[in-house]
C-alpha cells in the first residue's frame, strides 16, 4: 500500500503544481491585459482544462488520507445499523458512483478523440483520461476504504473494546 500511498500523493502535488502554475498565467494573462492590452488567447480554455486536472488529481488522495467533508444528516435515523456497516455502505456506494464516471468519461474519451478546443487548438483526450484514470483511483480508495470499515471492530480502527 506504501507505493498505492506514493502513487496518489504525487498525482495530488501534481495537482497542486498547476494550481501554482494556473496563478501564475492568470497574474501574467491580467497584467499583459491591462497593461499591454494583450492576454493571452485561450485563457478560458486553459483555466478549464488545468481545472478539470486540479480537481481530478487530487480526489484520490484527498480521500486516501480522510480529507473529504463529511456530514452526518441521518446520523439519528440510522442509528440503529452498526457503526461500521453504515460507512462501509456509503463507501461501496461511492465506489459504484465513481466507477460508473470513471467508465462513462472513458467511454466519452475514446468517441471524442479528436476533439479540439477552439481557440487553442488543443485536444480534450488527455484530460478527459485524467478524469477517467482519477475516477476508477478514487473508486478503489473508496472500496479499500468499505471493506476497511467492515473489518474494524466495534466501529473502532482494529481496537477490541472490552
Known amino acids: 500500500m506504501a507505493l ?3 502513487f496518489l500523493r504525487i498525482l ?3 495537482s497542486g503544481g498547476i494550481v501554482l502554475l494556473l496563478m501564475l498565467y492568470t497574474v501574467a494573462d491580467v497584467v499583459l491585459r491591462y497593461a499591454f ?4 488567447s485561450g485563457s478560458i ?7 478539470a486536472l486540479i480537481v481530478f488529481l487530487a480526489i484520490p488522495y484527498c480521500g486516501w488520507v480522510g480529507g473529504h ?3 452526518d444528516l441521518f446520523e439519528k435515523p440510522l442509528d440503529r445499523l452498526s457503526p461500521r456497516l453504515l460507512p462501509a455502505l456509503v463507501a461501496f456506494a461511492g465506489a459504484a458512483v465513481f466507477a460508473l464516471a470513471a467508465w462513462r468519461s472513458a467511454i466519452e474519451t475514446f468517441a471524442t478523440i479528436h476533439q479540439i478546443s477552439n481557440m487553442l487548438r488543443m485536444p480534450h483526450y488527455p484530460f478527459r483520461f485524467a478524469v477517467s484514470l482519477c475516477s476508477a483511483l478514487f473508486a478503489l480508495v473508496l472500496l479499500v476504504q468499505g471493506v476497511a470499515s467492515l473489518r474494524r471492530r466495534n466501529g473502532k480502527d482494529g481496537a477490541d473494546v472490552a
Not at 492590452?37 to 493571452?40: I, K, W
Not at 480554455?45 to 481545472?51: G, L, N, P
Open 37 to 40: 492590452n494583450r492576454p493571452f
Open 45 to 51: 480554455e486553459v483555466t478549464e482544462f488545468a481545472m
Open 12 to 14: 495530488a502535488l501534481a
Open 4 to 6: 498505492f500511498d506514493r
Open 69 to 71: 467533508i463529511a456530514v
